[in-house]
Every structure is written in C-alpha cells, then in structure tokens.
Nanobody, 125 residues
Framework: QVQLVESGGGSVQAGGSLRLSCAASEDTYRRYCMAWFRQAPGKEREGVAF???????SYAYSVKGRFTISQVNAQNTLYLIMNSLKPEDTAIYYC???????????????????WGQGTQVTVSS
C-alpha cells in the first residue's frame, strides 16, 4: 500500500504563502486520486483540494483561487501551493490517496484509505 509523508508546514503571516509537499512511496501520477485535507482544532477534517487520475483538479470554495494542487510526473510528489493565506487556514494539513485507479468520488474521508501523518500550518493575523 502507498505510504505518504507530508512536509513544508510552518508559521506565516496573513497574506503569505507556503508550499506543502507529499512524498509517496510509489508512483501515484495518474494512478491514484490524490487530495489534501485539513483539520482545525475542534472541527471535522475537510477536503481542500483534489487531483483526479485524469488530471482534473477541484477545490473547496474557501480556498479556490488561492490554493493549487499539482503533481510532477516521475517525482512521486504531490504539492499544495497556498497563497494569500488567512488565519482561518490554520490547521493540520494531510495528504491522502484513494484506491488505485479509482476516480475521486467526493470529499469524504472514507473515500481515502491512505493518509500521511499531517503537517501543521499556522497563519497569524
């Protein structure tokens, strides 16, 4: 089963940018639906950005236009580029993968059996 390791979190002021990385133990390009989720204290885990096996991306309304999910072939790495960060973006960010060759079916965490350990993002005002 694929293993995922996130990196790139940190503290930034509002309006700043961060790039998160998710290193996979195998080639996930166009094989796995990949996603970034986040979980703020006291809140449920929510889907932020999705990259389907056909290359189509989708985003939560709250981050659309500010965040970009991407993957570079042959690097086994998924990225989340976050611009114009807001204090409400503060959360632990998780990388997730669906089952091989399954299309992204929705933002439910139940659709993603593979998870990284998470990386903290803190945005101060």
């Amino acid at each position: 089963q694929v293993q995922l390791v996130e990196s790139g979190g940190g503290s930034v002021q509002a309006g700043g940018s961060l790039r998160l990385s998710c290193a996979a133990s195998e080639d996930t390009y166009r094989r796995y639906c990949m996603a970034w989720f986040r979980q703020a204290p006291g809140k449920e885990r929510e889907g932020v950005a999705f990259l389907d096996i056909n290359g189509i991306t989708s985003y939560a309304y709250s981050v659309k236009g500010r965040f970009t999910i991407s993957q570079v072939n042959a690097q086994n790495t998924l990225y989340l580029i976050m611009n114009s960060l807001k204090p409400e973006d503060t959360a632990i960010y998780y990388c997730a993968a669906a089952r091989p060759y399954y299309y992204c079916t929705g933002p439910s965490t139940a659709d993603f059996p593979y998870w990284g350990q998470g990386t903290q993002v803190t945005v101060s005002s």
